[in-house]
């Protein structure tokens, strides 16, 4: 029995029991959206529901299905394609490509719709050049229509590809080359041998991608409202700011809300199902087949149509559009745009790393199903659309600041008004419950370096569980710290659907600006903001870019 037991043993108590404290409440705030949009969507009555089903609910649901389909076969398409091409085969300009395929991604898929609308649209100038080639008339000639579904999923297999490219061409560098010859060695050509050998193994991999590249489909806003195509997404924003009806805003929120869980429940199931055991794997490469004259020709233009499509012509146009518009970016306007877009995301950014690595290190200084439960809680978040997300924070904190309002009203005669609905922090926290997920992806990569050793260390030499995150995780962390949190700065960068609901009255943000420009058929001064997004969502691809130059 020792003299001083509180001295030896309540830091060692004390420590683990706040880790959990804060591992939950995180979790409960990732929560907190999804309970306040089920609550309210079953308390909303079935007046609106019935108007609903009879009205637009079908429309909302068939436009986002047919989306969700078209997006995943233009996914798996181009993005497997193209790994194949720079993973297993040779041919001028591979490498060029093989980091240059990851450049859309730094693309907002509404930017895309902006430049494409330029180019394509009646008076652009491919119709343009055509009617004044072939002297046709405005009526005498069919073309494709890009404000339509169609054109949603062209913009989104462009700047979505890249998901399912990384993770398929990471998992062709990790498979052997000793069942892709023996398949050779047995007749079957390198198109047959690709079919039924490397692709079933590289399927979890390929699953994982096109899923990724589904929940930001239907996360999507700014492609679809732009296009005026009917989906959850616009159907949310439409209910909850023109029709002013809160409860089918709710009641389409849950609607979308059950098919994305479905999506990430379906994406574990899958993950965990899939275990594929390879013996001679990383004992022999697969030897690249080496391409010449017309195979190497139609290889580089495979290659380059994604890039050429995805990242130059949209940069080219809409730096030809903002040549053209009045916008100043130097302006105290523009300035203030900037300044409210790096405010958030900083913000948010610092907040949501803090968050990640508190739930990280609770994972690992209390693996257990507790810990497990709590953290995948929180990854959640990545699966619910940004307009869920604020639906779901603006029901109940508008209620609660109606019922104070009302309390203060009735005893002291003040009135509050609303303090938390419409302010920054409420913004910052849907940011931080959408993003927490890629946040805490990059930081549990970077904590495999940290092996187990150094916690025993440090507590054989009297340091607790705070003061070994401080001196030794997050030292060792810092590259991949960095990386998450340049991640979740461009994330919401980007973000359009939870801004444009929850921003504070007039605190517009670049993204704001450019949707609001381009909703006004002003696309020159669109493109001025939409470049500066661009701009900024190229550094964590520069980063992503190097990563895979080195391996």
């Known amino acids: 029995m020792t003299l001083f037991p509180f001295v030896s043993n309540r830091p060692a108590r004390t420590a683990p029991r706040l880790l959990s404290v804060l591992g939950w409440s995180i979790a409960a705030v990732c929560l907190l959206p999804m309970i306040a949009v089920a609550i309210a969507a079953l308390t909303g009555g079935t007046d609106t529901l019935s108007h609903l089903l009879g009205s637009v609910l079908a429309r909302y649901a068939g436009n986002t299905v047919l989306l969700v389909l078209l997006v995943s076969a233009g996914t798996f398409a181009v993005g497997v394609g193209a790994a194949w091409l720079v993973t297993m085969t040779r041919f001028p300009g591979v490498r060029l490509f093989e980091i240059a395929l990851v450049l859309p991604l730094a693309f907002p898929a509404y930017v895309l719709a902006y430049a494409y609308t330029h180019i394509l649209d009646h008076p652009g100038i491919v119709q343009t050049t055509l009617r004044a080639m072939m002297g046709w008339g405005p009526r005498d000639y069919w073309f494709p229509e890009i404000r339509s579904l169609g054109g949603a999923a062209a913009m989104l297999v462009l700047v979505l590809y890249p998901y399912v490219y990384l993770l398929a061409r990471a998992s062709f560098l990790q498979q052997s080359g000793s069942t892709f010859m023996a398949a050779r060695a047995l007749g079957s050509r390198p198109i047959v041998a ?30 679809v409202a732009y296009f005026g195509v009917q989906t959850f997404a616009t159907g949310i924003y439409t209910s909850w700011f023109s029709l002013a009806d809160r409860a089918g805003a709710a009641q389409l929120a849950l609607c979308l809300l059950s098919f994305a869980l479905l999506l990430a429940m379906l994406e574990r199931a899958q993950r965990g199902r899939a275990k594929y055991h390879d013996p001679s794997r990383g004992q022999k490469h697969h030897p690249p087949l080496d391409l010449a004259g017309w195979q190497a020709a139609g290889a580089a233009a495979l290659c380059g149509l994604p890039v050429l499509f995805g990242a130059v012509v949209p940069v080219i146009a809409l730096f030809n559009l903002g040549l053209g518009s009045e916008q100043d970016l130097l302006s105290q306007r523009y300035l203030g745009f900037v300044r409210n877009s790096l405010t958030l995301a900083a913000t948010a950014a610092v907040l949501t790393l803090g968050a990640a690595i508190l739930l990280g290190y609770y994972q690992r200084t209390r693996p257990g199903r507790a810990s497990a439960t709590a953290t995948y809680a929180a990854r959640l978040g990545y699966a619910v659309p940004g307009g869920v997300i604020a639906v779901g924070l603006l029901v109940p904190f508008a209620a609660f600041d109606n019922a104070l309002d009302a309390w203060m009203r009735a005893t002291f005669d003040i009135s509050t008004g609303l303090l938390i609905t419409g302010s920054i922090w409420l913004l910052v926290f849907a940011y931080m419950v959408r993003f927490l997920a890629a946040a805490l992806g990059a930081y549990e990569g970077g904590q495999a370096l940290v092996h187990a050793n150094m916690d025993a260390a440090s507590r054989s030499l009297g340091k607790g569980p705070f003061a070994t995150l401080r001196r030794i995780h997050l030292p060792i962390l810092t590259p991949s710290l960095l990386t998450a949190l340049l991640i979740v700065f461009v994330d919401v960068m980007k973000e359009l659907p939870a801004t444009l609901i929850m921003r504070p009255f007039n605190f517009d943000t670049l993204a704001v600006q450019a949707y609001r420009l381009a909703s006004d058929e002003r696309l020159d001064g669109a493109a001025v903001p939409s470049l500066v997004i661009v701009a900024v969502g190229l550094l964590p691809v520069v980063l992503i870019c190097r990563q895979v130059g080195r391996r």
Do not use: K, Q, S, Y
């Open 194 to 223: 690709f079919w039924r050998v490397n692709l079933p193994l590289a399927r979890p991999a390929i699953a994982a991608g096109v899923l990724l590249a589904v929940m930001e489909t239907i996360a999507d806003f700014g492609t």
